[in-house]
């Protein structure tokens, strides 16, 4: 399988990155615009509306497990350890963090926004169960 196949779904996190920075520089605009809030009010999170602070927490939330994401796809990719089944569960990882910043940017439903980020959580685990195999030579 040809390892570089591993950044599409990096890619794709990437993405949804720069998706959650628009969104959330609209919502500040907008904020701003209507008068719900004063542009000093994003010098501190504390003040920034509710209209974007959801926001800016999932921006948040995009660089926390995510970094263990990165490091796996790298690594896999460095030991020749991509095949299909890690691509898939990189690939469902990803779609679990469409979902979880769907789930928080519209509704913010903490039963789905938890059960989302719990999936992307043990697929992840899943994967670095199984590079950790991959280095042992046991799924080789």
Not at 1 to 10: D, G, L, S
Not at 68 to 81: D, E, K, R, S
Request: charged share 10%; proline share 2%; hydrophobic share 55%.
């Amino acid at each position: 399988m040809n390892q570089t196949t591993i950044f599409w779904p990096v890619l794709a996190h990437v993405l949804l990155i720069y998706i959650v920075y628009i969104v959330l520089g609209r919502r500040r605009y907008g904020a701003v615009r209507s008068g719900e809030a004063k542009a000093g009010q994003y010098k501190a999170r504390s003040t920034e509306p509710a209209s974007s602070i959801t926001v800016a927490s999932n921006l948040i939330n995009q660089f926390e497990l995510p970094m263990l994401f990165y490091v796996l796809c790298l690594t896999l990719h460095v030991t020749n350890g991509v095949n299909y089944l890690t691509l898939a569960l990189m690939w469902i990882f990803v779609a679990s963090r469409y979902f979880h910043a769907w789930v928080h940017l519209t509704s913010n439903n903490l039963r789905l926004r938890s059960r989302s980020f719990f999936v992307g959580a043990i697929v992840l685990a899943l994967a670095w169960i199984w590079f950790a195999l991959h280095l042992l030579g046991v799924n080789s």
